[in-house]
């Protein structure tokens, strides 16, 4: 018997409110937190003070790509991807730049027929895939071939379309420079298992949401190319793909409708329905009919004439996003997962026509609130089992089974244990043979993954969580990691990154890919390392909550012992507190700092740190030790300027020099960065070669050896986004004319060779041996997808991205 309200706060010295918003916001049961340690335990209480996590993470995303207008460009990805296509092939004769691999051939398609290798499926001459192999993303979708169940195809949110031949023993990307990696649905045609369709673009708003290309076609299951009528904005954001039984007739949902297509080339297609929708679905055993279900209205529809016409179907009210599922024994019944405030399960015993709420209750009697607070962003059902019309399979934060139809629903799945099924799902897909009897065997993907229940009848079985019997991950090399930066020390080799909800993790050159290790869970962000002492690394969590770990990145450190912007767990009160003054970050307390908010360790002295607010923030003692109500000590050391730091860089030897860049554009310089109260002046506002954008500045890069010289970087699909000043800031060159007109990231600097420039870009990365007057784009290794991060080894070059992990290359090579 699970701990009552009471029970449980006075057991975990928390109260009984904070019960109740963890039951519902983690989308989970009292048993379950019953059973948290305490670490797990003080993470989850830090993330009630984000009770928007997902949306806050789309915001800071969106924020990246808008032009000075505020807004994006319809189709602006494509339109960035073709003009790289464009670069590649003028490139043809420059097989090298800057000891980059450049020009066509190289790395483009490789992987396309599904052979994996070492290197992830890429057989890269010059990169070095370094992983993670073992941590995997946000996997939107998964399809199985019918007769040949050990080949399967999973689709990344940020990292393309995989393949595996050994059912995912080992993974390979089908084309590592497909026209688009962010990918959000597949569908293999049921007549003919060589033609897998893939959509484009998240559609669900969630906060690491990506804007996609249309919908890709391939019909040998090796090369993929583009539907050329979807790339319209109407189809930058595809939910779902589904395919009539005959294969004649296409539906494809979309954040502006469905779309219906039932002519073989598929060059022709007619809006059906014309509001969001998130899923769209043909009935398993009739070709005319065919269920919707709203995207975030809380609305579900049905077809009677294979989706040319549709009707809304009756129900009590609903709020927000619809899933549904056919059950597979008798598709008269229909499922449907309502997002509504966490969570609702409904059924239809008429095809979809009617449905009628189910009491969904826990095994407590409680209302089971299986989505927890982000229904909009991962929610999933099943209904797979040709033997047993009630048996449901519900997704949010963790796997729900009913076995009643949805009265009763029990967690099968417990988010935080590393041995059970990753947070968050989104797909989840029957084995082709799976018969309820003798193959029970289904495949979920989540922000971790590809997972397996072998036995769907096996897991969830435990008197009381963790559940974690029955759980396989399948990884393995699935290299599709969104980071969002990144940091090593050149002493131990080690490698860290802060990721999209998979937090700050470890590379260690000895473990290989699959050897990567968390020291900091959550969301991760910007990242330092002691040059100095390798067991000295910096991470941070969301709004700038940077947290310190003292051995080397091997183990996961209670949040409160590692936190040095001052939030602590109070043990008196069960709540986190916060440190007096001058022990604490205010903005960071007051939220006044981006989602993701930049933090940067001085090159020149390894205890100070500078961070990002409304002000910035500098700490001399960065290594002091941590107690309840003392640590690093911060001050303010540039007021606020009304918009919020979004770049730090500071002169490599000289400290006084720090260039600060802002979210709404401006740029800001000191020259005697260690004084108590230093001096700043705003850049590039006057002159006759000024600073021009007025849009997101996403990174700043100072010269190695001239403290006047610095890059400035800029988001939005604009024309002119990387800047340069050779002196302190008066003059500014656009140097972005050879560029994609796509957000730029990250710059990198040869250390020996500095007009050699490494530019990382939303769609890749080029190189320049001309100081950036000219630009190539590689044809290997990091892929098309975003490049958020540049970083230096000694001379070895680490490529930090946003769905495919990281790369390196040793550059030491360079005349």
């Known amino acids: ?9 006075e057991a975990k010295h928390i109260t009984v409110e904070q019960v109740r918003l963890l039951r519902e916001s983690r989308g989970t049961t009292n048993a379950t937190l019953e059973s948290l340690p305490e670490a797990r335990m003080q993470r989850a209480l830090r993330r009630l003070n984000y009770p928007d996590m997902p949306a806050a993470r789309e915001r800071f995303r969106l924020d990246q790509q808008r032009g000075d207008d505020g807004t994006v460009a319809p189709h602006a990805l494509g339109t960035a991807l073709r003009q790289t296509e464009s670069r590649l092939r003028s490139t043809a004769r420059r097989r090298v730049t800057a000891g980059i691999p450049t020009g066509p051939g190289g790395g483009r398609g490789r992987g396309a027929a599904g052979r994996p290798s070492p290197t992830a499926g890429m057989s890269l001459t010059r990169w070095e895939w370094l992983g993670p192999g073992n941590i995997g993303g946000r996997t939107r979708g998964i399809a199985i071939h019918p007769t040949q169940p050990r080949r399967m195809w999973a689709v990344s949110a940020g990292g393309g379309v995989w393949h595996t031949k050994d059912g995912g023993t ?42 996609g290309n249309g919908v890709f076609r391939t019909t040998d ?80 529809w049905f077809s009677k004439d294979g989706g040319r016409t549709w009707e809304a179907a009756a129900h009590g009210q609903w709020v927000g996003r619809v899933e549904l599922a056919y059950a597979a024994k008798n598709p008269d019944v229909v499922y449907a997962s309502v997002q509504m405030d966490t969570g609702e399960l409904w059924r239809s015993d008429d095809g979809g026509e009617t449905y009628r709420r189910r009491k969904t209750r826990d095994p407590e009697g409680r209302k089971a609130e299986y989505l927890g607070d982000q229904g909009w962003y991962d929610n ?113 080799g080690k490698i860290i990154g802060g990721a999209q909800d998979n937090g700050t993790i470890c590379f260690d050159p000895a473990a290989g890919t699959e050897g990567w290790v968390s020291f900091f869970g959550g969301d991760g962000g910007w990242c330092a390392a002691d040059p100095t002492d390798p067991n000295v690394l910096y991470g941070e969590y969301v709004h700038l909550a940077i947290h310190r770990n ?33 022990f604490r970050i205010t903005d960071a307390m007051n939220r006044d700092a981006l989602f993701i908010a930049p933090f940067v360790l001085d090159p ?31 001050r303010a050391v540039k007021p606020a300027a009304g918009s919020l730091i979004s770049a730090i860089a500071v002169a490599p030897g000289n400290s006084d020099v720090i260039w600060v860049g802002h979210e709404n554009g401006m740029v800001f310089r000191t020259t005697n960065g260690t004084a108590a109260t230093p001096t700043w002046s705003r850049l590039g506002v006057t002159g006759t070669h000024p600073l021009r954008p007025r849009r997101y500045c996403t990174s700043v890069t100072a010269h190695p050896a001239d403290a006047d010289t610095a890059y ?44 050699f420039l490494y530019c990382g870009t939303e769609v890749g990365l080029f190189a320049s041996e001309d100081a950036g007057a000219t630009w190539s784009p590689t044809n290997e290794g990091p892929t098309n997808c975003s490049v958020d991060d540049l970083f230096w080894m000694d001379e070895t070059l680490v490529c930090v991205t946003h769905g495919r992990g990281m790369f390196r290359i040793d550059l030491s090579t360079v005349p």
């Open 170 to 211: 080992g993974w390979a990307p089908v084309d590592d420079f497909l026209g688009n990696l962010a990918c959000s649905c597949i569908a293999m045609d049921p007549a003919d298992p060589s033609t897998i369709y893939v959509g484009t673009g998240e559609g669900f708003s969630n906060g690491d949401a990506l804007r």
């Open 550 to 582: 003292t051995d080397g990145g091997t183990t996961e450190d209670i949040p409160g012992n590692t936190f040095i912007h001052g939030q602590f767990p109070n043990p008196a009160t069960g709540d986190l507190d916060w440190k007096p003054v001058p």
């Open 712 to 755: 400035v970087a800029f988001g939005g699909y604009e024309p002119d986004n990387l800047w340069v000043t050779q002196d302190g800031g008066s003059r500014w060159d656009d140097l972005a004319a050879l560029l994609p007109d796509a957000p730029i990231r990250a710059l990198a600097l040869h250390p020996r060779r500095t007009g």
């Open 604 to 634: 020149n002295n390894a205890d100070r740190l500078l961070a990002g607010g409304l002000s910035l923030w500098r700490t001399n003692d960065a290594k002091r030790p941590n107690t309840v109500n003392s640590g690093p000590s911060w």
């Open 1 to 9: 018997m699970a701990m009552s309200d009471k029970q449980l706060a």
């Open 380 to 492: 999933t059902i099943w209904a797979g089992d040709p033997t047993d019309e009630n048996l449901v399979i519900a997704g949010g934060i963790n796997l729900w089974r009913s076995t009643d139809g949805g009265d009763r629903v029990a967690e099968i799945s417990t988010w935080w244990h590393p041995a059970s099924a990753h947070a968050d799902h989104h797909a989840i897909v029957s084995h082709p043979g799976y018969d309820g009897v003798a193959n029970r065997t289904v495949f979920f993907g989540n922000d971790g993954g590809v997972f397996k229940a072998a036995d769907l009848a096996d897991v969830g079985n435990e008197p009381e969580p963790p559940f974690v019997d029955g759980w396989t991950e399948l990884v393995n090399n699935y290299g599709v990691t969104q980071f969002f930066g990144g940091a090593g020390n050149t002493i131990s």
């Open 221 to 300: 299951q090796a090369g993929w190319a583009p539907i050329e009528s979807t790339q319209t904005p109407d189809f930058q954001f595809v939910t779902r793909i589904a395919v009539s039984g005959t294969g004649a007739v296409l539906l494809v949902s979309t954040a502006t409708g469905v779309f219906r297509s039932s002519g073989p080339a598929r060059a022709r297609w007619t809006r059906v329905l014309d509001v969001p929708v998130g899923y769209v679905a043909f009935d398993p055993r009739d070709n005319g009919r065919a269920v919707a279900g709203s995207l975030d209205v809380g609305e579900a």
